[in-house]
């Protein structure tokens, strides 16, 4: 029996890659992971929060930035965020805290009642808004990093085991939440 | 001296391309498992925010793309458009988007659903903040926002 041919092969494999070259893209996607309240219930009263706890981003049209009632820039929003968060010195116009029971953080842990509430008017541009979502993000991320250290020895994102994630998610919450929009429109 | 000379003319030997075959469909094998299939031609620009904190979507079939930015073609003008799926909508549609998503994948994964939003950084929030309403009212929670991961330098 004679042997078959092989030498186009390396053809049909040729045509096979260029296929998939055009066909695909090498970029990762990724993004801001959130999570969007539920739809509002109209006979449902908005929850009461003490003032002390609310800790008010808001950006205009003219990506301008307002802190807790005053101007602030994109690179200070992450340590005011963490410093609000954590209120290490018991400030009393920063977040109060409560107690949980988190075992695997050695009982009783003092988790902050602190909510970040951001506005953003329908002018602001999507770049500045996801710049400061972002740095929200990393406020959280850092303290949940300074936790996990203090407790575990590594870094929050390095962490496998369930139970202890859990425990620090617990601990800090992404407490962030989204206002109605508010139909300002300036130009 | 002469005797270390040979005197029939050597020929190079032809190059055998036996393994040419295998090395093409290494590579072939590599592309297929490193990269995505494009799912939709994209209408709108696309000039992604940088964000540090922006984490790798996971589940490639449980996203859903819904593209905002100014049109492509300069015909169209400047005003920001949302794309869903080859074709341009208005946020009304939307709605039956996410229906038409979540029907195309099993019932255990539709709570998993993730709907990335591709926008155009210099797309003003209004028509973001209008989509993000509409997938609040069709209980579509699950949300990211699209970003290039930037290093930091702490």
Known sequence: MPEINATSTADIAFIMLIFFLITSTMDVDSGIMRRLPPPLDPTEQPEDINKRNLFEVRINAQDLLWVKGQYMTVAELKDATKVFISNKSDDPNMSDKKEVNIPMLGGIYMASRGIISLKNDRGTSYNMYVQVQNELARAITELRNELSKEHFGVNFSDLIDQEKIEAIQKAIPVAISEAEPENVERN | ?154
């Open chain 2, 1 to 154: 001296m002469s005797k270390f000379i040979s005197k029939e003319k050597k020929e190079v030997p032809a190059l055998s391309t036996s393994s040419l075959p295998d090395i093409v469909f290494m590579i072939l094998f590599f592309f297929m498992v490193t990269v995505t299939m494009r799912e939709s031609t994209v209408l709108v620009k696309q000039g992604m925010p940088t964000a540090s904190e922006a984490q790798k979507l996971e589940k490639k079939s449980l996203v859903s793309f819904i593209y905002i930015g100014s049109p492509l073609d300069a015909k169209l003008g400047t005003e920001a458009r949302i794309q869903l799926n080859d074709q341009f909508a208005t946020v009304a549609s939307i709605p039956e988007f996410i229906a038409s998503e979540r029907e195309a994948r099993d019932e255990v994964d539709r709570k998993q659903l993730t709907t990335s939003l591709k926008v155009d950084q210099n797309v003003k929030m209004g028509i973001v903040v209008d989509v993000k309403q509409e997938l609040r009212q069709c209980n579509a929670l699950k949300i990211s926002y699209s970003s290039i991961k930037k290093k930091e330098g702490n």
